[in-house]
């Protein structure tokens, strides 16, 4: 059976997926940076 690929859902999960990786990539900055300023301290 051929699962036809909805366009809509695959903009929405590729949306999702793009904005989760944005918000880890801003967790990590943050405690990279949290971590930075401790070892300056």
Request: charged share 25%.
């Amino acid at each position: 059976i051929k699962v036809q690929e909805d366009p809509k859902f695959v903009k929405i999960l590729t949306t999702e997926l793009a904005d989760s990786n944005v918000s880890n990539m801003k967790t990590l900055i943050s405690l990279n940076l949290k971590t930075l300023n401790e070892v300056l301290l």
